[in-house]
């Protein structure tokens, strides 16, 4: 049981460069949630998904674009990076009520030059 | 937007020693939940208190909740160096979709030196 894992680890980016970041559980939780942190800003929510092919906004979606078209995986896209993108990524999963704790990721250094 | 506050923003002790942690939040809340976070790791759940509970105890932790005052605190017993870490609390946050999220505070820097 691996938990929730996140693909890659570390990235580099130039502005204006694309990718896919990847969150995978295992745990058949229907929640997901992709978080940003940021030295003394806390974890900020980007976007979630309630179930497989949802998706939703959070806090702070600009720039970010998202698919759960299956339930075990939830990606993360930049369509454009930029360098307020750089940030440390957090996936995280919840099986479904609010009292259910949430599963967290290792976590995607990302820099954007 | 963020719901929890925590206080202090870093806390230094020494091995032994108990470490308070206090979180203030906003709007009224169905549960509370504290998470610890390493260096570079990802987030790792503590404890859950539910608003209807005021005390709750797991191992060295004991966690408050005052739902009159807004505001939970945690305690760290006889700390360890190895309970250094950042500590967070979550609440939950209704979002337009109806569905909710946890929001989570900037967290409290913890320090146990040996």
């Known amino acids: 049981n691996a938990g929730v894992t996140q693909t890659p680890k570390f990235r580099v980016l130039k502005t204006g460069q694309s990718m896919t970041l990847l969150c995978a559980q295992d745990?058949?939780?229907?929640?997901m949630y992709w978080y940003r942190q940021d030295p003394g800003m806390g974890l900020r929510l980007i976007h979630y998904?309630?179930?497989?092919?949802?998706?939703a906004k959070g806090e702070v979606p600009d720039g970010y674009n998202v698919s759960r078209l299956k339930k075990q995986n939830f990606l993360l896209g930049l369509e454009s990076a930029a360098p307020s993108q750089t940030s440390v990524y957090f996936c995280?999963?919840?099986?479904?009520?609010?009292?259910?704790?949430?599963?967290f990721g290792p976590g995607t250094r990302l820099t954007v030059l | 937007s963020q719901q929890g506050e925590e206080d202090p923003q870093a806390l230094s002790i020494q091995e032994g020693e108990n470490a308070t942690m206090n979180c203030s939040y906003k709007?009224?809340?169905?549960?509370l939940q504290w998470y610890r976070q390493n260096s570079g790791r990802g987030l790792v759940h503590l404890i859950l208190?539910?608003?209807?509970?005021r005390e709750k105890h797991s191992g060295r932790l004991r966690v408050t909740l005052d739902t009159s005052k807004k505001s939970s605190s945690l305690l760290i017993t006889a700390s360890r160096a190895a309970d250094t870490a950042s500590y967070f609390c979550?609440?939950?946050?209704?979002?337009?979709?109806?569905?909710?999220?946890?929001?989570f505070g900037k967290g409290t820097m913890l320090l146990v030196s040996p």
């Open positions: 995280a999963s919840r099986p479904t009520s609010s009292t259910d704790t949430q599963y």
């Open positions: 979550a609440t939950d946050l209704i979002m337009n979709s109806g569905y909710s999220t946890l929001t």
């Open positions: 745990m058949n939780h229907e929640y």
């Open positions: 998904s309630v179930g497989e092919g949802t998706t």
């Open positions: 208190i539910r608003s209807n509970e």
């Open positions: 709007t009224s809340i169905n549960n």
